[in-house]
């Protein structure tokens, strides 16, 4: 049956906090509790300093606190430039059975998925809008992009009310996936105008779902209406995660006290300040001043440092005044100046070559961070960094890289690129991020190979195998982005196992087995 009807087609946008507050309570089912038994939450909903609503701790909070568990009042495919083509019903990507539904030219891979309740509802809202060509000229990458705000269209009242009491960045560059699909469909202009403050929503709130560890699929976003109050810092206090109900867990990652604002991280935790910078200006459109971007060093990690253009200088370029969008830059050792133009060059250089590399060839990934990208920047540098971790996730992982082939020398650099990742988020004061556990994760890994290999070492190795498995734990249980050994490798190599040491591995092989699907 076809629906016309768009409920509020735009906000007011004058919700206040209290209203914002009762709306949030009863989306997170806080007022499903009696009297007898109150729910208590550790924050509350306020007026950011920052401008904007944000949250913040009414009462001090421990690392690991659970602070709220979020759920989506939408998903789907996520809305960039550059478009996966997979199933809108079940993710696949890659597959040579993708074809358009012939009633509303959405991509799917099965006749299961033609049939889902998922898809009818989606079809049952597109098929509805006349078409403006034939159906199989519809371009199904911008239809997809379209997809979650078409999604909204099936909110209640209540639901729309919460949607829409949101920020949305209303400017020229949101929503044009919505007055694209205009060529397309001749859709209702109360629909376009809902459509439209939805995918402006959608670009100011929504956060990219996690995948399964290791798997391949289309990438998701959702709005988590509770999570998307929460305020940015380059250096959050928090953490999400995703179960495989698309359920957002947002955790406490270092102790938060009383007063104190509750902030997630918006961009990548290892991009140096001027690509963070940039990055949230482009997209959200506010400049960051928080500690980090203020300070040139970022607490000495020196992410987005460049090489000295002075031939006889082997120091590092820093920007001096890190908050000026055009500052200069100086050298630490020698005292060059460089101006904002030159290091632009640089950057931009530095970007076409990363753009250029073959992430999925793990030898040329490793040649060309071993060889090759210091000659160009330091190796503090974020694009450094990123290698390593790319490097990182390979190693032990990737076929013919399994823990049980690797040579010594690729072993123990895994260990080395683990403790240097480490480091540099420590540095950061980055706490228990999620980043950090699957990098213990991938440190306790590659000493347990070693002890597996030379079972002489293994006392010496038994605790940091013991602690690295314990913490990763800690941080990853739970999460659909943790690797599936991850139990396993806590109960026979984590603290308290009574198994006989040389019998504590006999799980690895198994699982490191060509073949094995992890
Ligand atoms: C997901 S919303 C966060 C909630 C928002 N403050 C509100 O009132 O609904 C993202 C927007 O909040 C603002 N914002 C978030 N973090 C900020 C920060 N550190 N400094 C300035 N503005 C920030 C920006 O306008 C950004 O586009």
């Known amino acids: 049956q076809c629906s016309t009807g768009t409920g509020r087609v735009a906000s007011d946008r004058m919700t206040s906090i209290e209203q914002l507050s009762q709306m949030v309570t009863r989306h997170l089912g806080l007022d499903a509790f009696s009297d007898e038994l109150q729910y ?26 659970v602070l709220f568990v979020d759920h989506p009042l939408v998903y789907g495919p996520r809305c960039r430039a550059i478009v996966q083509r997979g199933c809108t019903v079940c993710r696949k990507i890659h597959s040579d059975t993708l074809f ?40 199904d990458a911008l239809l997809s992009r379209a997809l979650t705000s078409i999604r909204a269209m099936l909110l209640n009242e209540e639901q729309r009310n919460l949607l829409t009491s949101l920020q949305a960045h209303v400017l020229p560059q949101h929503g044009s996936e919505i007055r694209k699909l205009k060529e397309y469909f001749d859709i209702p202009i109360q629909v376009e105008q809902f459509l439209t403050l939805v995918a402006c929503i959608l670009d100011a709130n929504a956060f990219q779902i996690g995948t399964l560890y290791g798997k391949k699929e289309l990438s998701l976003h959702g709005l988590y209406p509770v999570s998307a109050i ?18 957002m867990t947002v955790k406490a990652v270092k102790p938060i006290q009383a007063g104190s604002e509750i902030f997630t991280c918006y961009t ?3 991009w ?24 040139p060093t970022e607490r000495g990690t020196l992410l987005a440092a460049l090489k000295c ?13 890190p908050l000026k969008t055009n500052t200069a830059w100086k050298c630490l050792d020698c005292g060059l100046r460089v101006p904002h133009n030159n290091i632009c060059t640089i950057q931009g250089a530095l970007g076409s070559l990363v753009g250029s590399l073959d992430f999925d060839n793990v030898l040329a990934l490793e040649n060309y961070l ?45 260990e080395r690129l683990c403790r240097g990742t480490l480091r540099t988020l420590a540095a950061l004061g980055a706490g228990e991020a999620l980043l950090r556990g699957l990098l213990l994760y991938h440190l306790h ?17 038994k605790s940091e195998i013991e602690n690295t498995i314990e913490q990763a734990h800690n941080i990853l249980q739970g999460d659909q982005a943790a690797p599936p050994d991850l139990d396993l490798r806590r109960q026979y190599l984590g603290a308290g196992c009574d198994t006989p040491h040389e019998e504590r591995f006999f799980f690895l092989h198994a699982n490191d087995a060509p073949g094995h699907s992890k």
């Open 100 to 139: 358009k539904c012939s009633r509303c030219a959405l991509l799917l891979c099965s006749e299961q998925c033609q049939n889902s309740d998922v898809h009818f509802s989606d079809c049952s809202i597109i098929s509805c809008w006349p078409n403006k060509v034939p159906i199989e000229d519809v371009d």
């Open 309 to 321: 253009f002075s031939s006889e200088c082997l120091g590092s370029l820093l920007p001096l005044q």
């Open 40 to 65: 208590t939450t550790k924050w509350t909903i306020f007026e950011s300093p920052l401008g904007g609503r944000g949250l913040v701790a009414t009462e001090d909070i421990k690392t690991g606190d």
């Open 445 to 461: 890994a590659a000493l347990a190979e070693r002890a597996r290999r030379e079972p002489h070492l293994y006392e010496e190795l």
């Open 272 to 295: 140096g300040t001027p690509s963070r910078r940039l990055h949230l200006y482009s997209t959200k459109h506010f400049l960051c001043t928080c500690d980090r971007c203020a300070d």
């Open 230 to 247: 929460m305020n940015h810092n380059c250096v959050s206090n928090t953490r999400y995660s995703f179960n495989t109900d698309s359920q």
């Open 370 to 414: 071993l060889n090759r990208i210091t000659k160009y920047v330091p190796k503090t540098n974020q694009v450094v960094v990123d290698l390593q971790c790319r490097l990182i996730w390979e190693i032990g992982e990737a076929e013919g890289f399994r823990w049980h082939e690797l040579a010594a020398p690729r072993l123990a650099l895994a």
């Open 268 to 270: 990548g935790m290892l």
